[in-house]
């Protein structure tokens, strides 16, 4: 069975940081592409930021391009989003996904979620 | 970038109503177009991808149609599970994968 567990949200002042992890089972984690989804609340998704299986390319959302950093570990099967700069409009549940294929983008599985408060 | 837009957004029904909802990209994608459910408190989760291909495990209810800019997501019967909110979003261009603003089905 495919699992996609996030962890390592939380509450943190503007300006802070915080490193999100993803950690999958179920599946050979180095054949996929991942990516990071995030919803603020009562909004719809906004997709954050993509890693292919090979660890290059990225790519992120304009929103989050040059705060946060994607990066992913196959021998631990985890993927991380470290994420700088924490602004208030930051403040979502932040999903990680699988592609659903390397020939096609869509966003297979999920995970729960964890949630990033950024207030003071 | 590429703008998603819907519609409605939202609408109510009946059990065992046909139910369409529409999504409309600003450029050409093709048909690079996926939809997902989503419940609250719950991840998205994904119906159709590339405009017409059904994911595994989800019922045939549900049918997806359209390329170039206008799409649409068929739900024949509907049924109670089905109460939730619908996401289109393009994956014709990384970055970014843009989503649209989703389509709330409630019961009527």
């Known amino acids: 069975e495919v699992q996609l567990v996030e962890s390592g949200g939380g509450l943190v002042h503007p300006g802070g940081s915080l490193r999100l992890s993803c950690t999958a089972s179920?599946?050979?984690?180095?054949?996929?592409?991942m990516n990071w989804v995030r919803q603020a609340p009562g909004k719809g998704p906004e997709w954050v930021s993509f890693?292919?299986?090979?660890?290059?390319?990225?790519y992120y959302a304009d929103s989050v391009k040059g705060r946060f950093t994607i990066s992913r570990d196959n021998a631990k099967n985890s993927l991380y989003l470290q994420m700088n700069s924490l602004r208030a409009e930051d403040t979502a549940v932040y999903y990680c996904a699988r592609d659903i294929s390397p020939a096609y983008d869509a966003l297979d599985f999920w995970g729960r979620g964890t949630m990033v408060t950024v207030s003071s | 970038d590429i703008q998603m837009t819907q519609s409605p957004s939202s609408l109510s029904a009946s059990v065992g109503d046909r139910v369409t909802i529409t999504c409309r990209a600003s450029q050409n994608i093709n048909i690079y177009l996926n939809w997902y459910q989503q419940k609250p408190g719950k991840a998205p989760k994904l119906l159709i991808y590339a405009t017409s291909s059904l994911q595994s495990g989800v019922p045939s209810r549900f049918s997806g149609s359209g390329s170039g800019t206008d799409f649409t997501l068929t739900i024949s019967s509907l049924q109670p599970d089905d109460f939730a909110t619908y996401y289109c979003?393009?994956?014709?261009?990384?970055?970014?994968?843009?989503f649209g603003p989703g389509t709330k089905v409630d019961i009527k």
């Open positions: 179920g599946f050979i984690f180095s054949s996929y592409s």
């Open positions: 979003q393009q994956s014709y261009t990384t970055p970014p994968r843009t």
């Open positions: 890693i292919s299986n090979k660890i290059s390319p990225t």
